[in-house]
């Protein structure tokens, strides 16, 4: 090993021990990676990316942005097992108030599934996943990603879980129409109201669409080990999945959309400030984005999109 690289005897290439993994051409020291692992995995609400920049001194917000979602993306396991047993289904929507219709069909907003694991009198594991629709193709794939085949689910009488019965499922209808009453799937309910006590309170409620999948991915992991008495056996399952991770590049992290905007912002100049708060003007991308105004000696705030 020379300059903390592998040599190759045969061909006297160079390689790092990081190659291939999450932590490929880092130019950070891996110890200030594992610190910012046990940051993430020892904070019990989750951790934010101006709070990494405090506690680890990064130079800049967008380091620490960088990473946690690098991290996000490390806390699923690939080809992870489905829920088993009786699980409740339900879905909700992720997005501030907009006007127009309300409940399925909104518009503007995000769809996500929600399948809670029924443990005796609590909630098992959970599975979130997003759906494009709240119609029969796109629930009944979700549930088959997500449950496995003979399992009881409990819905409502919604018309998109109509045919779980044919895909294998022990179909329970538990409220007889879909319309608004008793919460009689408070497994899932309840799962949801954490997901958005989470969102609002954590990340302030300013999550892109387009990152939204990596959220949910990191609300599934915490909530899954809460009850873990070990905070090294987190960190464990996070390193391991990240050294099994491919390199993430971080033009894969920026959402297409935000980019655009906030490059066209620059162009034109119609970035306003509004308190803490930098307003974008005249871009309708329906897109949220972090920033870090150092031109105003602010702190990191979020780029509304109007």
């Known amino acids: 090993m020379t300059r903390g690289v592998l040599c190759c005897q045969g061909c006297e290439r160079h390689v790092s021990i990081t190659a291939g993994t999450l932590f490929a051409d880092t130019?950070?020291?891996?110890?200030?990676?594992?610190?910012?692992?046990?940051?993430?995995?020892?904070?019990?609400?989750?951790?934010?990316?101006?709070?990494?920049?405090?506690?680890?001194?990064?130079?800049?917000?967008?380091?620490?942005?960088?990473?946690?979602?690098?991290?996000?993306?490390?806390?699923?396991?690939?080809?992870?097992?489905?829920?088993?047993?009786?699980?409740?289904?339900?879905?909700?929507?992720?997005?501030?108030?907009?006007?127009?219709?309300r409940g399925r069909?909104?518009?503007?907003?995000?769809?996500?599934?929600?399948?809670?694991?029924?443990?005796?009198?609590?909630?098992?594991?959970?599975?979130?996943?997003?759906?494009?629709?709240?119609?029969?193709?796109?629930?009944?794939?979700?549930?088959?990603?997500?449950?496995?085949?003979?399992?009881?689910?409990?819905?409502?009488?919604?018309?998109?879980?109509?045919?779980?019965?044919?895909?294998g499922y022990k179909h329970e209808t538990i409220r007889p129409a879909p319309a608004l009453g008793e919460n009689l799937l408070p497994l899932a309910n309840r799962v949801a109201s954490l997901l958005k006590r989470w969102l609002l309170g954590t990340h302030q409620g300013a999550v892109q669409p387009s990152h939204l999948d990596y959220y949910l991915d990191e609300f599934t992991f915490r909530f899954n080990r809460r009850t873990s008495g070990s905070r090294g056996l987190l960190f464990y399952r996070l390193l391991d999945q990240a050294v099994r991770l491919q390199p993430v590049l971080t033009r894969e992290l920026k959402g297409e959309a935000t980019t655009a905007a906030w490059l066209k912002a620059m162009k034109t100049n119609s970035l306003a400030y509004r308190g803490n708060t930098a307003v974008l003007r005249g871009v309708n991308t329906g897109e949220i984005e972090p920033i870090v105004p150092s031109a105003r000696n602010m702190n990191p705030s979020w780029l509304i999109v109007e």
Do not use: C
């Not at 020892?42 to 951790?47: C, D, F, P, T, V």
């Not at 990494?52 to 996000?72: E, V």
């Open 27 to 101: 130019h950070k020291p891996l110890r200030l990676w594992f610190e910012a692992m046990w940051h993430v995995t020892s904070q019990k609400y989750g951790a934010s990316a101006l709070g990494m920049q405090r506690i680890l001194g990064f130079g800049s917000y967008r380091t620490a942005w960088n990473w946690l979602h690098k991290l996000r993306r490390a806390m699923v396991r690939p080809g992870r097992d489905r829920l088993a047993g009786t699980v409740e289904v339900d879905e909700i929507f992720i997005g501030g108030e907009r006007p127009g219709k």
């Open 105 to 167: 069909g909104a518009a503007g907003k995000s769809l996500v599934l929600i399948a809670a694991q029924q443990a005796g009198k609590g909630i098992g594991r959970i599975r979130l996943l997003r759906v494009a629709t709240a119609s029969g193709e796109h629930l009944e794939p979700a549930v088959t990603r997500t449950v496995d085949p003979g399992s009881t689910v409990r819905t409502d009488a919604w018309k998109g879980y109509t045919g779980l019965k044919e895909l």
